[in-house]
Structure formats: structure tokens, C-alpha cells
């Protein structure tokens, strides 16, 4: 069975940063498109940052120029950079991947989510 779960995340003051990593479990052939979402309290769960199987990526507004995805492997499929954190970043942040597994079947995976908390 196949697994996503997120890490990196805590509490930062503002201005500082946190690297977020999805690590999965299960076979994995490939790893195909990836992305972040968030959701902070009380508010709609968001796309945060995507990236396509070949390499365009999509943020949204409020985190460009300092937020990063970046795609790594089977094990590590995707990657958030945060730089620069604002109070109203935080929320519970959750990975994404579409991922190729035995006999080719390609589906979209989540990760339970991990709580990224920004203070001011």
C-alpha cells in the first residue's frame, strides 16, 4: 500500500524558514506530477504549489518569490521550500504526488498533512 507522510513541519517565528519532505512507502515506479496544499483554520484548502511531470511549476500568489517545490524520487517525491514565513502561511500543509505503481497504474496520493504554525 502505497503511503505519503509529510514532514519538517513546527513552529517559526516570521521570517524564518522551514523545509517540508514527503516520504512514501509501498512500491513506486515512478513519480510523476507532485504539489502542496494547505489549510489554515477556519479557511478553504488551498493549492499552495505544483509541479508537472515536466517541470512547470505553479504557486499561488501569496508564496511566490518565496516558496520552492521541487521533485525528488520514489522515496522523497516532493519537496516545499519556506522561506521568508508569514503568520498567515500557517495551517496544515500536505503533500501530493501522482505516482506510477505496479503495473503502471498512475494515481494521485495524500499525505496526512503536517502542521506548519507561524508566530509572529
Known amino acids: 500500500q502505497v503511503q505519503l507522510v509529510e514532514s519538517g513541519g513546527g513552529l517559526v517565528q516570521a521570517g524564518g524558514s522551514l523545509r517540508l519532505s514527503c516520504a512514501s512507502s509501498?512500491?513506486?515506479?515512478?513519480?510523476?506530477?507532485v504539489g502542496w496544499y494547505r489549510q489554515a483554520p477556519g479557511k478553504q484548502r488551498e493549492l499552495v504549489a505544483s509541479?508537472?511531470?515536466?517541470?512547470?511549476?505553479n504557486y499561488t500568489d501569496s508564496v511566490k518569490g518565496r516558496f520552492t517545490i521541487s521533485r525528488g524520487n520514489t522515496k522523497n517525491p516532493v519537496y516545499l521550500q519556506m522561506n521568508s514565513l508569514k503568520p498567515e502561511d500557517s495551517g496544515v500543509y500536505f503533500c501530493?504526488?501522482?505516482?506510477?505503481?505496479?503495473?503502471?497504474?498512475?494515481?494521485?496520493?495524500w499525505g496526512q498533512g503536517t502542521q506548519v504554525t507561524v508566530s509572529s
Open positions: 509541479m508537472t511531470t515536466g517541470g512547470s511549476t
Open positions: 501530493t504526488a501522482e505516482l506510477t505503481t505496479a503495473g503502471w497504474r498512475r494515481r494521485h496520493y
Open positions: 509501498g512500491g513506486i515506479f515512478s513519480v510523476n506530477s
